[in-house]
C-alpha cells in the first residue's frame, strides 16, 4: 500500500529539452512540487514508460506536482550537466534519474542544493551492483542488481540444457565498454561456466537495436547455425536475433530464444511460443514508485533506499516468464508496460 500525503490532485507534465546552463521557470504555489525526470534519452520507449509511471504515481498520490522530463540523449556528459542544473537554478524540489552512466553521473554529486534523487533501473555509484545509495543525495533506488537478473536469467538456460551436450549458446549483449553490460556478460559466463556441457560460441553486441542485433547476430550463425540458445540481455536485441533465425531459414521456436525488457512485443511472443522465456521489467509500476519515494522524501517521511524493481508490478505476474507462468489467472490478461 502506497502512502498518500494527502495534497490536492493535479498533475502537469511536459518534455523539456533543458541545455546545460539553462533554467526553465522556477515559479510554484504553496504547497505545489516540481519534479525533474531525467531520462537516458526521452524518445526511448523504457523511459518514457518511466515518466509516464511517474505522472501516473503523482495522480494516486494526490500530489499537486509539476512534471517535466528532460532529454539525456543517451549523453553522460549532458545528463550530469542536466543534473546539477536541475538541483541549483532548475529550481525542483526532487529529481527522479534514469541514469545513462550511473558510475559517471556520481561526479554530479553531492549537489549543490539539498534536492531529493531517486534512481530508476540502475544505481548512481561505481558499483553497479550495489542498490543501497552511493553517493550523498541519492535517497532510493529502484531497481535489480544487473549481475542477479542475468544469473536468473542464464539459470534458465541451465534448465534447458539439462539433456542437451554439447548445448551451443550465444550471448547477445548491448555495449561492451557499459560496465553494466559487462556485469551481464560476466554473470551468464558466470552462470553457465559452472556446466560442462555447455559450450557459449559466441558473445555479439547488439547496442540495444532490433538491426545491429540482426546483423551481429547473422554473422554469428554463419558458423554456429546449429545453436541451441540465444541469450539476449534487451528484448530489442531478441527481436533481432529472431530475425536473423529466420534470414537462416531457422524456426526461432526451435531454439531457446530469450531477453529481458517485458515489452509488449516480447510477451506476445512468448505467449506464441516463439520465444521460450523472457524477463519481464515493469517500469511504468518503477516510475510510480520511484515517484512515491520522492514524495516521501519531499514531505519528511521515511524512505525506502532500496525498492525491488521485479516486485511493483501487478500482483501475480512473474517477472521470470514462461508461457505456462503467462497463463496463469493473475497474469492472463497482462500485456507488457512498454514497447521497445
Excluded at 549523453?75 to 527522479?96: E, H, K, M
Excluded at 520465444?275 to 519481464?280: P, Q
Excluded at 501475480?316 to 514462461?322: D, Q
Aim: glycine share 10%.
Amino acid at each position: 500500500m502506497r502512502q498518500t500525503p494527502g495534497k490536492v490532485l493535479a498533475v502537469v507534465a511536459g518534455v523539456v529539452v533543458l541545455a546545460p546552463g539553462c533554467a526553465p521557470d522556477t515559479s510554484t504555489a504553496e504547497g505545489e512540487y516540481r519534479v525533474a525526470v531525467l531520462a537516458a534519452s526521452a524518445q526511448n520507449g523504457y523511459n518514457q514508460a518511466v515518466y509516464d509511471g511517474v505522472v501516473a504515481g503523482a495522480e494516486e498520490l494526490g500530489l499537486t506536482v509539476d512534471v517535466k522530463i528532460l532529454d539525456g540523449g543517451f549523453d553522460s556528459t549532458t545528463q550530469l550537466s542536466q543534473l546539477q542544473t536541475a538541483a541549483t537554478v532548475g529550481g525542483y524540489d526532487g529529481v527522479i534519474v534514469v541514469p545513462h552512466d550511473g558510475p559517471s553521473l556520481a561526479g554530479a554529486f553531492p549537489l549543490a542544493n539539498s534536492v531529493p534523487v531517486i534512481t530508476v533501473l540502475n544505481p548512481i555509484g561505481p558499483d553497479v551492483d550495489d542498490m543501497e545509495p552511493q553517493v550523498e543525495g541519492v535517497v532510493s533506488t529502484v531497481a535489480v542488481p544487473p549481475s542477479d537478473a542475468a544469473a536468473r536469467q542464464a539459470e534458465g538456460v541451465v534448465d534447458h540444457c539439462a539433456d542437451l551436450d554439447p548445448c551451443k549458446v550465444t550471448l547477445v549483449v548491448g555495449d561492451l565498454s557499459s560496465p553494466l553490460d559487462i556485469a551481464r556478460r560476466d554473470a551468464y559466463r558466470g552462470v553457465l561456466g559452472e556446466h560442462a556441457n555447455i559450450e557459449v560460441v559466441s558473445t555479439v553486441e547488439g547496442n540495444y537495436d532490433r538491426y545491429q542485433s540482426l546483423t551481429a547476430v547473422s554473422n554469428s550463425l554463419q558458423s554456429n547455425r546449429d545453436v541451441d540458445v540465444i541469450l539476449a540481455s534487451a528484448d530489442q536485441m531478441t527481436l533481432g536475433a529472431e530475425l536473423a533465425l529466420e534470414n537462416a531459414g531457422i524456426a526461432p521456436e526451435s531454439v531457446y530464444l530469450t531477453g529481458g525488457g517485458g515489452t509488449t512485443e516480447a510477451v506476445r511472443a512468448v505467449r506464441e511460443g516463439r520465444w521460450t522465456a523472457n524477463y519481464l521489467n515493469f517500469p511504468v509500476s518503477m516510475g510510480a514508485a520511484a515517484m512515491e519515494q520522492l514524495a516521501n522524501a519531499m514531505t519528511g517521511r521515511p524512505v525506502e533506499t532500496v525498492v525491488n524493481a521485479d516486485t511493483v508490478g501487478p500482483e501475480g505476474v512473474e517477472p521470470y516468464a514462461t508461457r505456462e507462468t503467462l497463463a496463469g489467472p493473475e497474469a492472463e490478461d497482462f500485456t507488457g508496460e512498454w514497447n521497445g
